[in-house]
Nanobody
Framework: QVQLVESGGGLVQAGDSLRLSCKDSGRTFSRYNMGWFRQAPGKEREFVAAITWSVINTYYADSVKGRFTISRDNAKTMTYLQMNTLKPEDTAVYYC?????????????????WGQGTQVTVSS
């Protein structure tokens, strides 16, 4: 069973940094590739970043590449998203998710477990 809880969101100014955390209270965390998605008001939920269960590979949306870093600590069952040089267009609810299929890691349909989300607001 996977139970995900995000934290770390908040209100920041453009150019600031935030680190989001995602805790899995289940027992099978290390078996799953993990991803971060975000959803802005009136928009579809979009892929942000993903990391393999082995921690070897990471993947990013073009819009965040070079600014965001995904990481995980399997021993602590934690996934992180370090967000630097934030922009107003990064404003959204951010969700962590566990991938349950071998499909496209940027497709939300590949993910079967989701957290409740954490709000990130970036003011200009």
């Amino acid at each position: 069973q996977v139970q995900l809880v995000e934290s770390g969101g908040g209100l920041v100014q453009a150019g600031d940094s935030l680190r989001l955390s995602c805790k899995d209270s289940g027992r099978t965390f290390s078996r799953y590739n993990m991803g971060w998605f975000r959803q802005a008001p009136g928009k579809e939920r979009e892929f942000v970043a993903a990391i393999t269960w082995s921690v070897i590979n990471t993947y990013y949306a073009d819009s965040v590449k070079g600014r965001f870093t995904i990481s995980r600590d399997n021993a602590k069952t934690m996934t992180y998203l370090q967000m630097n040089t934030l922009k107003p267009e990064d404003t959204a609810v951010y969700y962590c998710a566990a991938q349950i299929t071998t499909g496209d890691r940027s497709n939300r349909q590949s993910y079967g477990y989701w957290g409740q989300g954490t709000q990130v607001t970036v003011s200009s």
